[in-house]
């Protein structure tokens, strides 16, 4: 009997042979597809290798940090002389410029002790002539012995005394005038107002700031970067900063220093306001000791940039020597 035939795999079919009568071998395709999927993930993998090393490279060579803020100048206004506010001039946030009277302190507690100095004064120039009168009366007797020298030099003490009395009392007119400019309390500088509570009718004391200014006229960004990172830069060094605001518009600037002191956590021997504190945590994870870099911004945008603002920095590299 004759056995069936039992049916060839694709793979077992043998190939026709050609016209010299040899057969043609089949082409293994799954092993060349693995060959070039080998090849292409190689290549893959060290592309991804030197990208990493690349920007490793760049960041190495041009730190930059996203816990950074924009900062300008604070100064609180304080009056130098206590009253009731007369007139307020200013609002919250307003703009100003230097030279403005930001509020009036009522005047007329300091005129009154001015007139009363004036009145003085002229109380003594009146005595101080007629003693002068008495002393150029007295002086030419005294050789003719109608008079005595005691009277004389009573005559010249009460003169210097006249004398000296006044000047007191044109140092107190000078001191009341100058209370008296105080009451008109100026800007220093072109900045906005900050922080005001306060309105007309308060009573003010020397010295006690009543609101703040903020000099909008320059700003800087604080920017904290690692212990390891502070030696690739140097004052003078290129930054470029970012705000997150305007992520988009781009200022450059310039490192004016570098921290040198933080507060070590724990310390407790340290004056509380001498030295800035950074912290080592960030959302719970302990990281290197980060250094404040003050960056000077070049041109910045008074209308974006706010006090306290989050920032970016970048550092292009150690100045040129």
Known sequence: ??????????????????????????????????????????????????????????????????????????????????????????????????????????????????????????????????????????????????????????????????????????????LEELHLSYCKVIAPFSGRVINLNISAGAHVTTGVPVFSLLDTSKWYVIANFREAEVQHMAPGSEAIVYLSSAPNQRFRGKVQGIGWAVRPEGEIDLPPSGVPYVKRELNWVRVAQRFPVRIEVENPNSDLFRMGASAVAIIEGPPPK
Not at 68 to 84: H, L, W
């Open 1 to 174: 009997m004759h056995q069936p035939a039992t049916p060839l795999n694709k793979q077992d079919a043998v190939t026709p042979p050609d016209d010299h009568g040899i057969g043609v071998q089949p082409i293994n395709r799954q092993s060349g597809s693995d060959f070039v999927r080998k090849i292409v993930s190689l290549i893959i993998v060290a592309s991804a290798v030197i990208i990493t090393l690349y920007v490793w490279g760049i960041i190495e060579r041009h730190p930059r940090t996203d816990d950074a803020t924009a900062r300008a100048n604070v100064v609180g206004i304080a009056p130098r002389v206590a009253g009731q506010i007369l007139k307020l001039n200013v609002q919250d946030n307003q703009q100003v410029k230097k030279g403005d009277v930001l509020f009036e302190i009522d005047p007329e507690d300091y005129r009154l002790v001015l007139e009363k100095a004036k009145a003085e004064l002229a109380a003594l120039d009146r005595q101080i002539e007629q003693a002068r009168s008495t002393l150029q009366r007295l002086e030419p007797l005294l050789p003719k012995h109608f008079t005595t020298a005691e009277n004389v030099d009573e005559a010249r003490t009460k003169v210097t005394t006249l004398e000296a009395q006044r000047e007191g009392v044109v140092a107190t007119i000078n």
